[in-house]
């Protein structure tokens, strides 16, 4: 394991459908983060997990983002009803309780 | 409320030069953790230094070398001898122990290195 791992890298869809996204965190690390960075500007918080708990999400995650960690181990986000202005790239990242965040690649998400 | 400005939207210089990417932060927290991060074209961020607010230390890790001033809020990132592979996308943030773990980005910096 030797880093965070995201899935798909790439996502097209068209709008209205539903999407999910996979992360899979550095094996140790009990904290997992979701953000999202549109073009030219820096990542935006959505939210974070402590284990399977969800601590904190931000305003930006509207009722139609959902995500999960499941027994504290890999996360899911999903959008319904996707909305061309969720079209961005969707950055996970974990951490050590409080130590600095490692992120994946991202999931670049189209929506057209 | 915490805030990252990074003004410097776009840098370019030629290879060997030195440069320095300037980050300005606002918080209201005494005790703080701030980063620089390196997003390459392949996407991935990549942690490059943390600093915590009682740390005014600067640091040096090869030719990169970050300079904290709390009396001004200012937590800027020097490359010496810049080479075309620090060309990338810079940013900073911020992360106040009273807001979980949460990361504050600033808008980041361009820098391009040509040779």
Known sequence: ?112 | AQKVTQAQTEISVVEKEDVTLDCVYETRDTTYYLFWYKQPPSGELVFLIRRNSFDEQNEISGRYSWNFQKSTSSFNFTITASQVVDSAVYFCALSELNAGNMLTFGGGTRLMVKP
Request: net charge neutral; with cysteine; hydrophobic share 25%.
């Open chain 1, 1 to 112: 394991d030797t880093g965070v791992s995201q899935d798909p890298r790439h996502k097209i869809t068209k709008r209205g459908q539903n999407v999910t996204f996979r992360c899979d965190p550095i094996s140790e690390h009990n904290r997992l983060y979701w953000y999202r960075q549109t073009l030219g500007q820096g990542p935006e918080f959505l939210t974070y997990f402590q284990n399977e708990a969800q601590l904190e999400k931000s305003r930006l995650l509207s009722d139609r983002f959902s995500a999960e960690r499941p027994k504290g181990s890999f996360s899911t986000l999903e959008i319904q009803r996707t909305e061309q202005g969720d079209s961005a790239m969707y950055l996970c990242a974990s951490s050590q309780d409080r130590t600095e965040a490692f992120f994946g690649q991202g999931t670049r998400l189209t929506v057209v």
